[in-house]
């Protein structure tokens, strides 16, 4: 707990032993932090990721799909689209996979992860960190354990569930 009161820690709850893919055409965001951490499941199962951090985001054209092991069905939400894109604030993800073209604005790579000041969270004392005013992926393609924000508005939702030959994942 002293640690998520220090900001250190970002998830604040157990994550299931799943990943999920996140797409997006673009993601724009203002106050990009990032650093190493855990995922921790309920059984005690860490799991390693880039804790990410960005203060504001838009994100266009989002899918996000999560398969249910051993069947064939995969759950698919999708939203930002029509160039409405959706928007979160405060926003946590832990990711094991992220893949786009990214640009980044005065950035610093290999800050002390502690003293990292523009995202919405800091990480650990002596830890490799980043931080950037601003990030712009295009063509995002991410594995994660789990997100978490402190808004998010998905505007023209679409969930649905897929199964057999139409269970396919974002990406």
């Given at each position: 707990m002293f640690g998520m009161a220090q900001g250190a820690v970002a998830a604040s709850f157990a994550v299931s032993g799943q990943t999920f893919k996140v797409s997006a055409s673009e993601l724009r965001g203002?106050?990009?932090?990032?650093?190493?951490?855990?995922?921790?499941?309920?059984?005690?199962?860490?799991?390693?990721?880039?804790?990410?951090?960005?203060?504001?985001?838009?994100?266009?054209?989002l899918c996000q799909s999560v398969k249910v092991p051993g069947a064939p069905v995969v759950l698919s939400t999708n939203a930002g689209g029509g160039g409405r894109p959706a928007?979160?604030?405060?926003?946590?993800?832990?990711?094991?996979?992220?893949?786009?073209?990214?640009?980044?604005?005065?950035?610093?790579?290999?800050?002390?992860?502690s003293t990292l000041d523009r995202g919405p969270v800091?990480?650990?004392r002596k830890a490799f960190g980043q931080q950037a005013d601003a990030v712009t992926i295009k063509n995002l393609r991410q594995v994660a354990r789990s997100t978490q924000a402190g808004t998010f508005n998905l505007t023209g939702l679409k969930l649905k569930v897929n199964v057999?030959?139409?269970a396919k994942e974002c990406f």
């Open positions: 203002e106050g990009f932090v990032q650093f190493g951490g855990v995922a921790e499941e309920v059984d005690g199962t860490k799991h390693p990721v880039a804790v990410t951090g960005i203060r504001r985001a838009q994100l266009f054209d928007t979160a604030s405060d926003l946590l993800i832990d990711a094991e996979a992220l893949e786009g073209d990214v640009e980044f604005t005065n950035i610093n790579i290999n800050q002390d992860a800091k990480g650990p057999g030959a139409a």
